[in-house]
């Protein structure tokens, strides 16, 4: 009897060391979202009030018109409000980790940050039409890569929540 309440104690005890683990883990994720989520506000007002000249006066001597520095400033505040989203769409994604994350409102928000992973890329190829940018390629392959894998674990989880209802189901 007694080994058996010391062999359930230590697994009573590896269970919180792994949770204690897991809480850590979370908070350093959800850390470091609100971190990017400031850096990209930081990077918003930078481009809108720094970079704009300098690409205004940059297409200006390219002899482009000025609708290009204007198209790339929206593009580029699309892209970050983009990014934005799915940083507050991770953030409370990553608050239903606690409890249960196998919910149909996860689902939805892996769907909707994939295709906003989707959109920026594309915008972001976008800008080969203004001014040819091979560093624009280079950026857009892992943030459709990111869409993409976003879009097939939207499946997975929606699959995870019908087993689940279907277990609940049967109890």
Not at 10 to 27: A, G, P, Q, T
Not at 100 to 122: C, E, H, S, W, Y
């Amino acid at each position: 009897m007694k080994k058996s309440n010391r062999f359930l104690k230590s697994i009573w005890r590896k269970n919180d060391k792994m949770k204690k683990s897991s809480r850590f883990l979370n908070l350093f994720v959800q850390t470091g979202i609100v971190i990017g989520m400031l850096a990209g506000v930081a990077l918003l007002v930078s481009i809108l009030l720094v970079q704009m000249p300098v690409v205004s006066d940059f297409f200006a001597r390219e002899s482009k018109p000025e609708i290009y520095a204007i198209l790339s400033g929206i593009i580029a505040t699309l892209c970050i409000l983009g990014g934005e989203f799915i940083a507050v769409t991770l953030f409370c994604m990553m608050r239903t980790l606690e409890s249960d994350p196998f919910v149909q409102k996860n689902v939805t928000a892996l769907k909707r940050m994939g295709f906003i992973a989707l959109a920026i890329a594309l915008l972001g190829l976008s800008t080969l039409l203004l001014h040819p940018v091979p560093l624009a390629v280079i950026a857009a392959l892992p943030v459709a890569m990111c869409g993409l894998f976003s879009l097939v674990l939207s499946r997975v989880f929606a699959q995870a929540v019908a087993y689940k209802l279907e277990n609940d189901l049967t109890v």
